[in-house]
Antibody
Framework: EVQLVESGGGLVQPGGSLRLSCAAS????????MHWVRQAPGKGLEWVSS????????YYADSVKGRFTVSRDNAKNSLYLQMNSLRAEDTAVYYC?????????????WGQGILVTVSS | EIVLTQSPGTLSLSPGERATLSCRAS???????LAWYQQKPGQAPRLLIQGASSRATGVPDRFSGSGSGTDFTLSISRLEPEDFAVYYCQHFGSSLWTFGQGTKVEIK
């Protein structure tokens, strides 16, 4: 069974940093593109970042480019999102998601999400 | 950047009725890069339809997707109680992923 478990969320002050982790199990992690998607309270879904299985292609939304860094450790079956220079508008539930089989650009499995609150 | 506009914002229907949700792209897109997701309160989204019309694994056949160019539709043939949720369309293109703003299907 595919499982994705996010951790590392919490309350952080504006301008601060936070590192999210996503522990994956139940599949060959290195074979799949992974994604981060966020959802501000009461709002819709917003794509944040994606990284291919071998990390040879990385993508960011304009809203986080230059502040967030996605990475993965295939030996540890883990996905990360380093978030720097956080702003109030980064407050959201952050989901990690796995590509859908060979259709890597869709999100076929999702974690339960982790809340990040940016506030003083 | 492609903008996806979903309508209506809210759809009020009764169980057993048919639901028709619209997703319009700001310019013509390749349908293979269009997906639909369902999200229930307090839960993560779930992939329903990929490639505009192919149901994801385990999705009941009462869900169907159609469309091409700029206009796409998600249909639910007969609403079950568990189908009342928010639905999002999504597009991938030019190394960007975009979501529509969502359509809430609520019980009338």
């Amino acid at each position: 069974e595919v499982q994705l478990v996010e951790s590392g969320g919490g309350l952080v002050q504006p301008g601060g940093s936070l590192r999210l982790s996503c522990a994956a199990s139940g599949f060959t992690f290195s074979s799949y593109t992974m994604h981060w998607v966020r959802q501000a309270p009461g709002k819709g879904l917003e794509w944040v970042s994606s990284i291919t299985g071998s990390s040879n292609a990385i993508y960011y939304a304009d809203s986080v480019k230059g502040r967030f860094t996605v990475s993965r450790d295939n030996a540890k079956n883990s996905l990360y999102l380093q978030m720097n220079s956080l702003r109030a508008e980064d407050t959201a539930v952050y989901y990690c998601a796995r590509g859908y089989s060979s259709v890597w650009y869709f999100m076929g499995h999702w974690g339960q999400g982790i809340l990040v609150t940016v506030s003083s | 950047e492609i903008v996806l506009t979903q309508s209506p914002g809210t759809l009020s229907l009764s169980p057993g009725e048919r639901a028709t949700l619209s997703c319009r792209a700001s310019q013509s897109i390749n349908s293979i890069y269009l997906a639909w997701y369902q999200q229930k309160p307090g839960q993560a989204p779930r992939l329903l339809i990929q490639g505009a019309s192919s149901r994801a694994t385990g999705v009941p056949d009462r869900f169907s997707g159609s469309g091409s160019g700029t206009d796409f539709t998600l249909s639910i043939s007969r609403l079950e109680p568990e189908d009342f949720a928010v639905y999002y369309c999504q597009h991938f293109g030019s190394s960007l992923w975009t979501f529509g703003q969502g359509t809430k299907v609520e019980i009338k």
